[in-house]
């Protein structure tokens, strides 16, 4: 008979093969070497001679610590002789602030990114989880995010109809939950259409590494016959200015911190209403410089990004941008357009407004693009909109009409009309023309709008107004001389019933207000 002691071996032993305890352990030894580089790496060692982070150290960053719950952690290809496992896209819940949001993290160093370096569809299995759970959905994109390669024919011995791998699924969470792209290296084909197909994105490397294209640059020259760099076809700076990135970021961190800002302002889902903290700006609080903020003389222009901070919430002083609860949106293009995020009273809402320092604050197609779009945005989660007006009117001469600023500004007015959030609009100077009446009466007589003494408003700019209705007048004068002085007679007789207070007389303004009050009366706003 066997000893005592061989009989509890065996048992042990038996224990041991009845448990998954080695399953486990193979498991967590997979996991244990993907959390962590290989320094030898070809991939990893051009990632970092880039000085861009590696795929792991970015979600370090972005997240909250230790908060990153990751699936489908050993999803890739084996090679089980090295216990690796190659795969160029992480995924998981993660918290920023300590509110939940789903990422997909590209990892360029594996195969750029194409599909044939990991599971193609693994990325938008993690856009669909952001939908069903209702949490924002963030990007890290590098590479082709997922794209296909030639080598994929190879690998399956054929060729393929190409599918819209996964970017139905990206609409799909736009329609439910905040999404938004950190552009973090060369984002080509799938992954520029990922780049677009979001609320929000901007670049996090402003360097010769970061380039955006449908296609590079030797398709482009097999198909056009252009020779360009990389830089040429599609660098930062062509879609900073282009609208097709919305911000652009001095480094990878602060790439992150604009996302999490981005957010802090908006639900995670459009079934709630935006979040509102306590604020310690009183909505009582006035600014004696409004009073004399916008110029007496019309012409002159004046620095609407501080009459902002001057009536939005602050946490410090209103001299210091840093301290304001303003964030820009796409301040690199369509710039004659200001948007962006604010709080007022500790509740989150959009601000519109033009920038008169560029070509006079005349809105044209850029402008009429990023108004539509910054408007459906905060349409689309519930933020109210402040509508700050000082519009001369569309932009107008040959180059306007090449770029379609009429078509453009169309969209931007039917975005205004068709919103359902509440707008408050402040005419703080010009409201001239179409343009003028698209901004000044977003809503055709159902909004609430108020005016500052500066109003200065009409079908027309007096001063052009007057050239056109008197011109045969002003061209019979013998001199110039004379045609001068009777175009300031003219412009003297207009000046009585020029005066907002003319109009409000006969209600065609609502109510005309201190400037120093806007703040109290706008921080009265409501999310619907």
């Not at 989660?381 to 453009?408: C, Q, W, Y």
């Amino acid at each position: 008979m066997p000893s005592d002691s061989s009989s509890g071996r065996d048992d042990v032993n038996e224990k041991v093969n009845e448990s998954w305890a080695h399953a486990l352990s193979q498991l967590e030894e997979q996991k244990q070497i993907i959390r962590k580089p290989n320094l030898q790496d070809p991939g990893y060692i051009r990632q970092k001679a880039n000085n861009k982070l590696w795929v792991r150290e970015r979600l370090t960053a972005l997240l909250d610590k230790n908060s990153f719950s990751e699936l489908g952690s050993v999803t890739g290809k084996p090679i089980y002789d090295n216990v690796g496992v190659l795969k160029n896209a992480i995924i998981g819940f993660g918290c920023i602030n300590g509110r939940r949001v789903f990422v997909t993290a590209d990892d360029f160093s594996v195969r750029g990114g194409h599909a044939d370096g990991g599971i193609q569809m693994k990325a938008p299995y993690g856009e669909l989880l952001a939908r069903k759970w209702q949490v924002p959905l963030i990007r890290l994109l590098d590479g082709s995010s997922g794209g296909g390669s030639v080598a994929t024919y190879l690998t399956i011995g054929a060729t393929y109809i190409p599918g819209m791998a996964g970017l139905g699924k990206s609409m799909d969470a736009m329609a439910v939950v905040p999404v938004a792209s950190a552009l973090l290296g060369p984002v080509v084909g799938l992954g520029a259409a990922k780049a677009v197909l979001g609320h929000f994105s901007n670049v996090g490397h402003c360097q010769s590494i970061m380039q955006l294209f449908a296609a590079g640059p030797p398709v482009v020259k097999q198909a056009t016959f252009e020779d360009l760099s990389k830089e040429a076809l599609g660098g930062w700076e062509i879609h900073a200015q282009n609208g097709t990135v919305d911000n652009v970021a001095e480094s990878e961190q602060d790439a992150f911190d604009q996302v999490a800002t981005f957010l802090s302002y908006l639900p995670s889902s459009i079934f709630e209403l935006p979040p509102v903290i306590q604020s310690a700006d009183p909505p009582s609080r006035r600014e004696e410089e409004l009073l004399s903020v916008v110029p007496r003389r019309r012409s002159r222009p004046f620095d609407v990004r501080r009459l902002i901070r001057l009536i939005v919430d602050t946490n410090g002083s209103v001299d210091d941008p840093n301290s304001s609860t303003f964030f820009e949106i796409g301040k690199t293009w369509g710039k004659c357009i200001i948007t962006g995020f604010a709080r007022l009273a500790g509740r989150p809402v959009g601000v519109l407004t033009s920038d008169c320092l560029i070509n006079g604050g005349a809105i044209d197609a850029l402008g009429s693009q990023k108004s539509a779009r910054f408007t459906t945005l905060c349409d689309h989660f519930g933020l109210p909109l402040l509508n700050l007006v000082d519009l001369p009117g569309f932009a107008v001469g040959s180059v306007a009409e090449k770029m379609a600023t009429i078509r453009h500004g169309a969209s931007a007015m039917s975005a205004l009309y068709h919103a359902t959030i509440p707008i408050y609009t402040v005419i703080i100077r010009r409201a001239f023309g179409v343009a003028g009446g698209v901004f000044a009466d977003p809503e055709d007589g159902a909004g609430t709008r108020v005016a500052w003494p500066s109003g200065d408003w009409g079908s027309l700019p007096l001063e052009g107004g007057i050239e056109a209705a008197y011109k045969r007048r002003l061209d019979a004068e013998e001199s110039a001389e004379a045609r001068e002085k009777l175009m300031a007679d003219l412009v003297a007789n207009f000046e009585d019933v020029r005066s907002p207070l003319k109009t409000a007389n006969k209600l065609g303004i609502e109510e005309i207000i201190d400037p120093r009050d806007t703040r109290s009366l706008v921080c009265e706003v409501r999310h619907k």
